[in-house]
Nanobody, 128 residues
Framework: QVQLVESGGGLVQAGGSLRLSCGASGRTFSGYAMGWFRQAPGKEREFVAAISWTDDRTYYTDHVKGRCTVSRDNARNTVYLQMNSLKPEDTAVYYC?????????????????????WGQGTQVTVSS
């Protein structure tokens, strides 16, 4: 059974940093990808970042580009999201996701419908 477990969320002041981790168990995602989505209260879940397990290609939403870095550790089957210069509008529950529905690279990297494994979410709160 595949499990994704996130950690690293918390409360941080605006301008601060957090690093989220997502450990995967049950299978590897070679040839596919893992990503991060977030959902703020009253809003739809939105794409944040993704990384291909095939190569080093990464994808970001414009809202976080330049402030966040997604990376992976193959040996640990873990993906990370380093978030810097955090803003109050980054406040949300952050979800780790993995897909075996589409090979990467893929133009639909941002589509939550293409991700078939999800973590339980970790809260990130940025105070002003």
């Amino acid at each position: 059974q595949v499990q994704l477990v996130e950690s690293g969320g918390g409360l941080v002041q605006a301008g601060g940093s957090l690093r989220l981790s997502c450990g995967a168990s049950g299978r590897t995602f070679s040839g596919y990808a893992m990503g991060w989505f977030r959902q703020a209260p009253g809003k739809e879940r939105e794409f944040v970042a993704a990384i291909s397990w095939t190569d080093d290609r990464t994808y970001y939403t414009d809202h976080v580009k330049g402030r966040c870095t997604v990376s992976r550790d193959n040996a640990r089957n873990t993906v990370y999201l380093q978030m810097n210069s955090l803003k109050p509008e980054d406040t949300a529950v952050y979800y780790c996701a993995a897909t075996t529905r589409m090979r990467f690279p893929n133009v639909f990297y941002y589509s939550s419908a293409q991700y078939n494994y999800w973590g339980q979410g970790t809260q990130v709160t940025v105070s002003s």
